[in-house]
């Protein structure tokens, strides 16, 4: 066992350099500022800047504007962090109510397929598209969605648009919806398989119909996956600059691309950590309360 | 396999006799559901052939028979878990295909329990109860009253993951039998169960049964359960019905040798009978209790137990002891006599290479027609012999 062990040392060594170091790094400069004479020092400006009062704006959270009528300013960077976890949650609903019924789609194929010993083609469709780079798929949105491109040709035909599909919530999310949906339908799919069919049948053996077979059986044996499903939506989707910068069309500003422009064009590194620091501390505790749901379940997903 | 000494021989009776009771379409009100000439198949495989029964309200009944012969096929279909090709099913009367299985009043005891994995015994009991809106104090009630009668009382808060598979399978009745059912479907559910277990619960279900005083339908591919529990046994093979009957009747009065084989042990030999109660075999004529059939070509059964071993003489068959097992209380030995090896149990000791001779009692000749299964007429995809690992058997999904 313990020259087994030694095969996790290259792990350890690769964690040690590749994400403690980049963390504590981080972590330092949130901290520290240099002054005019190039003297490092300890400081929370970039924390004070994050929620400086000085600039503030109309929070502009359409489903609390819409339906409270909040109508709150706010610090520029809180609005930022407000709208990231808007459309990170929206696109995570939408993935789960999507994903779910396809997961069950693909579990039931992929039930079928071991019966009778072949692939599941389903799936393999599926997973598919994720060996392309993100950034080519992300790309093909764009001739897909522009004012001039293949949908809004088509609208066109039909004498609709052309809508506005790109730099908005919506292309966002879709665009969001489209790249992380895999990673929602995945564990929930794992967790439906292992679902045994004569539980199933044992459900409606005992009166239970098809609403309340799902609702007291199937939903609560799946919830692992749905909890780390949504984790694994949630997570990048809260944290991507990479499908706002590309679908917002450069100006729509989520946390992720705030990130960036303090590291790469404000090169302000202070502010840039102190943001990256309260995001890290934000995404672990929403996912420590999700976990807190999930109880001991180790029938888990991918993720637990 | 199977000594079953304790099971007296009864004057024999026609064996169609019996079967003609339970094929009869009567519809006496004391038939609680009636199967009629249902088939099945999944693609290319025709798993129930035509099959026709019914069930007496009360009676413990068993479907009988090795992997694959649609026996559990048959209850899946009473289940409503899978439809008929044609035919019907009668629940009181009433046609059941149309009725989906929340809506049965039977309910089911998996092979592999299929308990509910977030759910604790008593939610598990309750879920049944919870969904028909029974309420909480019946509930209660209930479901003490079945942990009582499964033995499992104290156990309401364990979860199913911490359980036996002894008391996984009580839990699994409890919670049947707690929605109180009029039928009681059983899908081989002592198969994953150790030896001495299953005879415990084989007894156990039989008492379970007589106290509640509803109808099981028990499915098994073990011949000594069947035997042991069943008020009435359904032997099938190859998606046919082969004989319906009592148990005693299925094991004294077989009715081909299939039957005959899957049932305890049994010497089935090649014989000719040209008038009433006699037959010839083994170069030899005997006397027995059966009527000529409509053919002369019989098979002859006589059962191990049966054979009176003697000093070779005129009056016997005679032949060589090729082999002696002791079994504790007999001993089991194989005779050769000439084109023929005979199964031997008896108390006698003959040692192997002793010369003995074979005699029998009249009423210990059985006589069947010829079937498929005749040992002589057998074909190389059809052997009758018992498959005991019916655990992933084809006609189990």
Known sequence: ??????????????????????????????????????????????????????????????????????????????????????????????????????????ARGERENRHRGNGNLLLFLFVMPMWMNALLRTYAWLALLEPRGIINSLLGL????????????????????????????????????????????????????????????????SMPGVLSGINMVFMPAMTTFLIPDLLGGGRYLLIGNAIERQFMI?????????LSILLLVFVLASMRILTRYEKENDEGGLLT | MLNWHHIKRQQATEPAASAAQHLSDS???????????????????????????????????????PSGCGKSTTLRILAGFERPDSGDVFFEGRSLLDIPPYQRQLNTVFQRYALFPHLNVYDNIAFGLNIRKVGKDEIRTRIGQALKTVDLEGYADRWVEQLSGGQMQRVAIARAIGNKPQVLLLDEPLGALDLKMRKEMQIELKDMQ?????????????????????????VMK?????????????????????????????????????????????????ACIDRRMSEDEVDVVIRPEDIILAEPSDQTISGQVVSVVFKGVHYEMMVETGPFTWMVQSTDFFAEGASVGLTFDPEDIHIMAKSDYSPDRRTAGSDPGDTPDDQNGGDSW
């Open chain 2, 238 to 286: 190859e998606g046919l019905i082969q004989q319906i009957g009592t148990p005693t009747d299925i094991y004294n009065e077989p009715r081909n040798a299939f039957v005959a084989d899957f049932i305890g042990e049994s010497n089935i030999i090649p014989g000719r009978m040209t008038r009433d109660f006699a037959v010839s075999f083994a170069q030899r004529s005997f």
């Open chain 1, 158 to 221: 039909v004498n609709i648009g052309p809508v506005q599909f790109l730099y908005n919530d919506f292309g966002i999310g879709l665009g969001m919806v489209y790249n992380y949906l895999p990673f929602m339908v995945l564990p929930i799919q794992s967790v439906l398989v292992k679902i045994s069919p004569s539980v199933i049948e044992a459900a409606e053996d005992l009166g239970a119909n098809r609403r309340q077979t799902f609702l007291r059986v199937i939903l609560p044996l």
């Open chain 2, 210 to 234: 007589r106290s509640l005083g509803i109808t099981f339908v028990y499915v098994t591919h073990d011949q000594e359960e069947a035997l042991t529990m069943s008020d009435t046994i359904i």
């Open chain 2, 27 to 65: 519809t006496g009100s004391s038939h609680i559901i009636e199967v009629v000439g249902i088939n099945k198949s999944f693609g290319d495989v025709h798993v129930l052939k035509d099959i026709t029964f019914y069930i007496r309200n009360n009676e413990f009944i068993t479907l009988l028979g």
């Open chain 1, 1 to 106: 066992m313990k020259s087994l062990r030694r095969l996790t040392y290259p792990y350890l060594i690769w964690i040690a350099i590749f994400t403690l170091a980049p963390l504590l790094l981080v972590a330092f400069y949130a901290f520290t500022a240099y002054d005019a004479t190039g003297k490092l020092f300890f400081t929370l400006q970039g924390f004070n800047k994050v929620f400086s009062t000085a600039d503030t704006v109309a929070l502009n959270i359409f489903a609390l504007k819409s339906l409270f009528g909040i109508d709150w300013q706010v610090p520029i960077y809180v609005n930022v962090f407000a709208k990231s976890l808007e459309i990170a949650l929206f696109s995570t609903i939408i993935c789960l109510l999507i994903g779910y019924p396809a997961a069950w789609l693909l």
């Open chain 1, 266 to 274: 404000s090169r302000d590194m202070t502010t840039g950590s102190a």
